[in-house]
């Protein structure tokens, strides 16, 4: 409900007006002329009355049309202060403006100016926004490539390094020969696995929509995950411990699914020192599963807990690369999640061990 105090509007008051000019023209004439027919008083008597009439009525015309004229003139003012306010594109502090005509389309255009003001700054933050996520896209972009080409040179140069060795040695024993050709064939998979595991990086980045997804029946994966593990040598093999439906469909990337889970068995033994690795489906529903993956080893320092899933993040950078990581196996795997549409957290489990819960959409 409008609380402004109701005016005189200004059609009222030219109403107003042209009424008390009316009445008063009507009812002199007709005073003039009832008089004179029936003598009731003397004709300067009925002039004078009629010189008083006219007075008053102009006085009382004159204080309205001064008293709507003074209001127009506020209004006016009012409204030339938010115009200029508009024009230097300050705030305004909206006046007030009394409850007529003009009152009323000055709100209007305040509101008007408001709103428009409020889309402005919404636009702007929008692009802001997207400016700071195409910037932020970029810098992550660059990082990558620093890092590959940092992560390049190493088995590079160690490659190099032997090569040259092998070629302008020729006095070199049998054994060294053996032993640097072999160096060098473990330097040249870390750069084979590097290079795929960038292409996956780069795959999921840059074409999620090159990336076909159909049903997927996740158990096999994990069947054949565990397959694999329990054809490890003794001092690598953990025991598999799956706790899971017999068939769970996943609308997935098999490709990607394989590369999640592998990841995880494969940091598992490399990194847990645990002897146990448990996979257990512990909800689902209409739309999900949520999986667990734990292992029951040393689990990680909590300070390293927020970062694993960032690109080259290692605990222990030396240990990693002697065993062949990349420092991306995690955020394939969170990319990977994320891809599907799911979710991925990492605790410490209270009984040690590392724990990931993870979500992926059901086919
Ligand atoms: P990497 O190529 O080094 O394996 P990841 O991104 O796969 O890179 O893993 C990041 C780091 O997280 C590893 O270097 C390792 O120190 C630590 N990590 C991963 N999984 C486990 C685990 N199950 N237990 C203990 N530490 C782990």
Known sequence: MDSKAKVLSYRGGMYLLLAILIISFIGGFIIYRYSL????????????IIFYLIIGVATTATVIALILALRLTRNIRSLQRVAEAMENGTNIKTPEFANDELGDLSRHIIDLYSRLQQATIDVRREHNLALHEQQEKLR????????INHELKTPV??????????????????????????KCYIHSQRLSQLLHDVSTITRLEDGSSRIECESVELRSIIDEIASDVALLPDDKRMRVNIDMAE?????????LLMSIFKNLTDNAIAYSGGRDIFIRLIAQSDEEYTITFSDNGIGIDEEHLLHIFERFYRIDKGRSRKLGGTGLGLSIVKNSVL???GDISVRNRPQGGLEFKLTLPRA
């Open 157 to 182: 140069a160690a490659i190099q390094g032997y090569l040259e060795t092998l070629i302008s040695n020729q006095d070199i024993t049998p054994e060294e020969r053996e032993s640097f050709i072999s």
């Open 247 to 255: 068939s769970m469909l996943v609308k997935g990337n098999s490709t």
């Open 339 to 341: 891809f599907h549409g």
């Open 140 to 147: 992550i972009k660059r990082q990558l490539t620093n890092n």
């Open 37 to 48: 027919l029936h003598h009731f008083v003397s004709e300067d008597y009925i002039n004078e």
